[in-house]
């Protein structure tokens, strides 16, 4: 079956710091990638996402490029701030056509210090 | 505003006395789902719901259930909660697409204790 494999955390790191958070992936087919993000005490909110191989996804200063060949959809951003503590989730959906829809990485908790 | 309503926001309960907690989209999506986030684990689909009256299982429904009487709600009950089922629930809908992507709309979390 689908599967998404996140680096472990806590992931505690110093403002400005340079932001990797790994995300590989086992699925059928073609799948779209997801990053989703979960500040304390709210739900999950989209980050970003890619729908196809070499696409890049963006927003609020992260990227993750989908990697075919590596099935892979690292997080990173180039400088982190301490409104970026959070926890995040890396996602799939296959193409399928399956309504089960998204199947989760197990999360990484990230903690900025000022 | 688009939303995604979740009550009661935080819930302690003793094992066996059956609860539902109440899930409500205003943005006429035909999907919903419930999910369960432990440590360590992520989240995991519990029941997802494609339209009305249309529900199945997801990977953990066991001493869940779901109703899906209007488009817009999406309760889910348990019948005798055990201390097992003590976790943070999360409610999402979203349009439904055989392709392609789109977002899925999270509630806020209840949070459930059965003691």
């Known amino acids: 079956g689908d599967s998404v494999t996140q680096m472990e955390g806590p992931v505690t790191l110093s403002e400005e710091a340079f932001l990797t958070i790994n995300c590989t992936y086992t699925?059928?087919?073609?799948?779209?990638l997801f990053w989703y993000v979960q500040y304390p005490g709210e739900g999950l909110q989209l980050l970003l996402k890619?729908?196809?191989?070499?696409d890049k996804g963006s927003n609020k200063g992260f990227e993750a490029t989908y990697r075919k060949e590596t099935t892979s959809f690292h997080l990173e951003k180039g400088s982190v701030q301490v409104s970026d503590s959070a926890v995040y989730f890396c996602a799939l959906r296959t193409s399928s056509g399956s309504a089960r829809q998204l199947t989760f990485g197990s999360g990484t908790q990230l903690t900025v210090l000022p | 505003e688009a939303q995604v309503t979740q009550n009661p926001r935080y819930l302690i309960t003793v094992t066996g006395k059956k609860l539902t907690v109440t899930c409500s989209q205003n943005m006429n999506h035909e999907y919903m789902s419930w999910y369960r986030q432990d440590p360590g684990l992520g989240l995991r689909q519990i029941y997802y719901?494609?339209?009305?009256?249309?529900?199945d299982k997801g990977d953990v429904p066991e001493g869940y259930k779901v109703s899906r009487k209007e488009k817009r709600n999406f309760p889910l009950i348990l019948e005798s909660p055990s201390p097992n089922q003590t976790s943070l629930y999360f409610c999402a809908s979203s349009r439904l697409a055989v392709v392609g992507s789109y977002e899925q709309y999270f509630g806020p979390g209840t949070r459930l204790t059965v003691t």
């Open positions: 890619a729908t196809k191989a070499d």
């Open positions: 699925a059928t087919g073609y799948p779209s």
């Open positions: 719901s494609m339209n009305v009256e249309v529900t």
